[in-house]
T-cell receptor
Framework: AQSVTQLGSHVSVSEGALVLLRCNYS??????LFWYVQYPNQGLQLLLK??????LVKGINGFEAEFKKSETSFHLTKPSAHMSDAAEYFC????????????FGSGTRLSIRP | DVKVTQSSRYLVKRTGEKVFLECVQD?????MFWYRQDPGLGLRLIYF???????EKGDIPEGYSVSREKKERFSLILESASTNQTSMYLC??????????????FGPGTRLTVL
């Protein structure tokens, strides 16, 4: 079955440190991949989207993600964490069987230590 | 500014009550979705609608029904609320087409507690 796997339900980093959130997709190469962010008590909003035009995708708030076909990965990074980055992050992919639907990973909660 | 609104941010109901969750979008989107969000499980699709009066079951439709009488509005109905339906409910919308490239736009969520 198609899946999106996020490694680590909770990641904690110090302010100013590198942020790395991991995402792996099912072996069939998806045409699109998404990272969404959910701030406390809010809905999800799109952080960035991979569309096969470029393997390195830049998003909002200094985040970027790199699509690596050989590793079936789409990890999210930010060079220097800020307190305002504390949120839950979801990796997602359109369903092969119904492109209007999206399958989400289980989420990674990012905490920032002062 | 695109917007998806949900009728309540917090809701407390009793077991056996009929519960209505309303969602409205102002983007003229064809697709609308209802998800349930629980810790460690991510988002799970309850129902999906791709047009007015059209609906499709998602991964966990049991205990829920939906209604879409107008393009902008998508309602989730819990016919007889149970404690295991205590959760965060998220509504989303997206346009048709583009083969999966379209992002979904989310509302702020409704945190439902069933006592």
């Amino acid at each position: 079955a198609q899946s999106v796997t996020q490694l680590g339900s909770h990641v904690s980093v110090s302010e100013g440190a590198l942020v790395l959130l991991r995402c792996n997709y099912s072996s069939s190469v998806p045409p699109y991949l998404f990272w969404y962010v959910q701030y406390p008590n809010q809905g999800l909003q799109l952080l960035l989207k991979y569309t096969s035009a470029a393997t390195l995708v830049k998003g909002i708030n200094g985040f970027e993600a790199e699509f690596k076909k050989s590793e079936t990965s789409f990890h999210l990074t930010k060079p220097s964490a800020h307190m305002s980055d504390a949120a839950e992050y979801f990796c997602a992919s359109p369903l092969y069987s119904s492109a209007s639907k999206i399958i989400f990973g289980s989420g990674t909660r990012l905490s920032i230590r002062p | 500014d695109v917007k998806v609104t949900q009728s309540s941010r917090y809701l407390v109901k009793r077991t056996g009550e009929k519960v209505f969750l309303e969602c409205v979008q102002d983007m003229d989107h064809e697709n609308m979705f209802w998800y349930r969000q629980d810790p460690g499980l991510g988002l799970r699709l309850i129902y999906f609608s791709y047009d007015v009066k059209m609906k499709e079951k998602g991964d966990i439709p049991e205990g829920y029904s939906v209604s879409r009488e107008k393009k902008e509005r998508f309602s989730l109905i819990l016919e007889s609320a149970s404690t295991n339906q205590t959760s965060m409910y998220l509504c989303a919308s997206s346009p048709h087409g583009s083969g999966g490239a379209n992002e979904q736009f989310f509302g702020p969520g409704t945190r439902l507690t069933v006592l």
